[in-house]
Each structure stands twice: as structure tokens, then as C-alpha cells.
């Protein structure tokens, strides 16, 4: 931001704030207040503040991404370190269950996070070279009712699902992560429609996190949850 390239290019009369977030906006004075405790006031006011995508929406998925990576819980949560884990994900489910999971939509990285095609094409090759038991599986868990809202892509992508032998689980929220007294790995899922509470074991997880609105911009009163 304090390259003379863009300066050139911002006029006088303009203000622009780098490395800040929006902490707050009160539409009925016309102003908002920045992370490095800036007020501004406004005529006209155009946010893009995403969405807030963490871990932390689902109970003990960080504690299980921290462990050793040979534990294979891989989150889509980009840090400066979780890319070096995240670069194996899919190649060393050899056993059990590998399940893919899609947030609630909308959501940050919707309609590019489905990797489930590419883990099936992994396990093939490693079951064909011997370094794969026969049950292991890729399962994909949303709780959408759908993979993409385009139905045209839905229709051939869960045709492709079907080919493969991809377990496919619609409707099914994931509240919690956890390890149970024998040490497997549970994911806990929640029926979106009717409330049922199940647990199911895995291998390994590929999984993007669910992303909320930010609680300054909800509160603001200038858009719900």
C-alpha cells in the first residue's frame, strides 16, 4: 500500500487503510470503526467483508487438527503452515473410512471444495498397487441437500459418485469431532430435518469448515443470520 506504483494511482482526495478490519458499523450515525481504532463516517457505504469461516464453529476440530499428521484430519482452513500438512491429504487413507465434508451454503470456497472424485482416484491407484484394503471408502457428508446448486453439474457429478462406488450423505450437519475410550477418531452428525443424533468413525477427514456471518456485521441490524 505504500508502493509509489499505487499511490500514482489513488486520488488526493481519498483515504485507504491497509492490514485493517471492519470492527463495527452503526448505520444510524453513518459510521464504522476499524480494527486500528479508526472511526469513519459515510455518505454511501459498500462492505465485502466475506464470510467467517473457523474451525471453532465445530467443537474439538481444532484440538483434532493439531495432532500429528499421521492422525489424517486435514481442514481447508489456509494458515501459513496448514498448506505443508494439507499437500498429503487424500494419499495415505489405506483402511477405513475417509470422509469429505461441505459446510452449510453458503459458504467460503463453495463449489471448488468438493475433492471426493480426486481421493477416489487416489485410493483406486492404491488399491490397485496392494497399499489399500478393499474396505476402505470415500464418503462425502453435507448437510445441503445438494453438491452444487447448479443442477445440471449435481446431476453428473453424483452419476460420477454413483460409477465410483462414493457414499454419499446429504442432510447431515457435523456438530463435534472427537475421540472415543478406544481411541478412534468420531464425527458426530445432526439430521437437519429430523434431529437425529448419530456417530460415525473415520480414518482420515477432509474437511472445510462452516462459515458464519461476522457477529459485528450481524448485529448491526444491516443483514441477519
Known sequence: MKSSSLVSMVESWSKSEAFV????????????????????TYKALVLAPGLNQSMDHIPGLRQMSETPESDLVFVHELDLLRYKRNAWMGYQNRYGDMLCYSPKTPYKGEGCDFYALYFEHLLRDALTLGYASNGARIQFWTP????????????????????????????????EVKKNH??????????VDSGEVIEKDFESMSIN?????????????LTDD
Open 182 to 191: 478406544l481411541n478412534e477418531k468420531i464425527a458426530v452428525f445432526k439430521n
Open 144 to 175: 445441503n441437500k445438494e453438491i452444487y446448486q447448479f443442477p445440471y453439474a449435481n446431476e453428473v457429478v453424483l452419476d460420477e459418485c454413483q460409477k465410483r462406488g462414493i457414499d454419499v450423505y446429504f442432510g447431515w450437519e457435523m456438530i
Open 209 to 221: 469448515p462452516a462459515s458464519k456471518p461476522h457477529e459485528w456485521l450481524r448485529t448491526s441490524g
Open 21 to 40: 478490519n471492519c470492527e463495527s458499523v452503526d448505520p444510524h450515525n453513518n459510521s464504522l470503526k476499524l480494527s486500528n481504532g479508526k472511526t469513519f
